[in-house]
């Protein structure tokens, strides 16, 4: 069955960086764009960052672009969020998810992986 397992996240401090990965498994990854979208505490989701299949286009909310870098290792079935430039209100529960190309439907995710940033 579709797995994907989140990695990475801790503790980062304001201005630093943090990346997190998600494993895929059970289906084509490279047929897939895929996307990130992240829960801060008491907050609905929040729609982070999406990629597309050969990772040559991204897409990232205002709030992160700049800061963060979605990429993708197709062979390695990876994706990852580079998080540059750390901001506190970056603090939540990280969701990697596979889109199947409905606009804004997304429709397996992982279990999630938190960042906390804190000085």
């Known amino acids: 069955q579709v797995q994907l397992v989140e990695s990475g996240g801790g503790l980062g401090q304001p201005g630093g960086s943090l990346r997190v990965s998600c494993a895929a498994s059970?289906?084509?990854?490279?047929?897939?764009?895929m996307t990130w979208v992240r829960q801060a505490p008491g907050k609905g989701l929040d729609w982070v960052s999406a990629i597309n299949i050969g990772g040559d286009k991204t897409w990232y909310a205002e709030s992160v672009k700049g800061r963060f870098t979605i990429s993708r290792d197709n062979a390695k079935n990876t994706l990852y969020l580079q998080m540059n430039s750390l901001r506190t209100e970056d603090t939540a529960l990280y969701y990697c998810?596979?889109?199947?190309?409905?606009?804004?439907?997304?429709?397996?995710w992982g279990q999630g992986t938190q960042v906390t940033v804190s000085s």
């Open positions: 059970g289906f084509t990854f490279s047929n897939y764009y």
């Open positions: 998810a596979r889109d199947p190309g409905k606009p804004w439907y997304f429709d397996s």
